[in-house]
């Protein structure tokens, strides 16, 4: 079966109105092409069209093109960058394939032949790329086996967790209340007697958000939610993050030091259990990466504060960091590296976070560990 290229976009990127027309003319009626002239058109112009390639010239009048790239990497990482030149320096190539991630370069003037070789290479790729995307998750949506097997796995998976913070927090009130009997049958000091029943209180208000998470999935199943959970509606992020910190802190607290920064966090286009249950994903896997050992020195942050339209929220931990070349399959389906893993966590958080008009996505950080990065549109 023949691939066609059409439904694979092209956004050319140029201020130059001769090589527009040239690229335009090599390619013909044959490929999907678009042309803008300047990196802010383009970055508007990928709001409109679903482009799935965009080959820029270096030289733009307002910035260059891996300044473009970059800013494509966080806004729409699934669009493949291609840099186009008439000279190609170290330092240029460099900073494109460092910053802008391209998957590849094209030297101008143009050969039409190894033009259309070229772009021909890449649209094949994607075709059987999203050939066997759209194949995994027929398998994976597909059947009443399957289908019972994938809402069990994931019940599974997602009961799992605030069961596990019910679990915990249950114990620790109950050693604080015969705690506190003990030190009032001794005569104990009322300060001591009123720092355990505070904390037993704590304790308390995050048995009762683990509860909420378990009711929210419990809902979203009556309503026939729970392969295809919703993600509409709006919430305060700030409170949804310090509910989830509250859930999952003792169990995240046993292998690192946990550390919540929130700057203005407006409202966002997505409903609370839904952005708990991404957070809780996020933050036990966090904690599952490290080395409980080293406890003293392990780290997990979140991070959140308003990007343009958009709230980012970024789950960042100091660990092993994630092997080369397995930052996209961690999305994927019933992929897991962990040894008694189900695989549909982050396939999870991917699917609500997309349903909600946003993005994750995840990468190494330099001094170690990995960093995933949430970003869904703010409530208009």
Request: aromatic share 4%.
């Amino acid at each position: 079966m023949l691939l066609d290229y059409r439904a694979f976009p092209i956004l050319y990127v140029d201020g130059d109105a001769a090589s527009a027309s040239r690229f335009r003319e090599i390619l013909g009626e044959q490929y999907s092409v678009s042309v803008v002239n300047t990196g802010a058109q383009a970055l508007r112009a990928l709001d409109v069209v679903e482009a799935r390639v965009l080959v820029a010239e270096n030289a733009l009048a307002d910035m260059t093109a891996t300044d473009l790239f970059e800013q494509l990497r966080l806004l729409r990482p699934e669009v493949v960058r291609l840099l186009t030149a008439t000279q190609l320096t170290a330092e240029i190539a460099e900073a494109a394939i460092n910053r802008g991630r391209v998957s590849g370069y094209m030297a101008k003037p143009w050969q039409a032949d190894k033009l259309c070789a070229q772009l021909t290479g890449l649209l094949e790729a994607l075709g059987r790329e999203s050939s066997a995307r759209s194949m995994e998750m027929s398998f994976w949506h597909g059947g009443q086996v399957a289908a019972a097997t994938t809402i069990y796995e994931e019940l599974v998976h997602e009961l799992s967790n605030p069961l596990g913070a019910l679990e915990i927090n249950a114990s620790l009130v109950a050693d604080l209340l015969r705690e506190v009997l003990e030190q009032r049958g001794n005569n104990a000091d009322l300060d001591v007697i009123q720092s355990s029943v505070q904390t037993a209180c704590e304790a308390h208000t995050d048995s009762l958000a683990a509860i909420d998470q378990m009711k929210s999935l419990v809902s979203r199943m009556r309503h026939g939610g729970m392969s295809r959970p919703r993600a509409q509606g709006h919430c305060d992020p700030a409170r949804v993050i310090d509910a989830t910190v509250r859930v999952v802190r003792a169990e995240v607290e046993k292998v690192a030091q946990l550390d919540v920064r929130v700057a203005a966090a407006p409202t966002v286009q997505m409903e609370a259990s839904v952005l708990g249950q991404i957070l809780l994903n996020l933050l036990l896997n966090a904690a599952q990466a490290l080395q409980p050992q080293k406890r003293a020195e392990n780290r997990i942050q979140v991070l959140a504060s308003p990007v343009a339209e958009q709230l980012l929220i970024s789950v960042r931990d100091n660990g092993p960091g994630i092997a080369s070349g397995l930052q996209e399959r961690v999305f994927e389906p019933f992929f897991t590296t962990k040894e008694n893993g189900t695989g549909l966590g982050l396939a999870i958080c991917r699917e609500l976070v997309s349903r909600a008009h946003g993005t994750i996505s995840v990468e190494n950080l330099r001094a170690g560990g990995a960093q995933f990065d949430i970003r869904v549109p703010l409530a208009k």
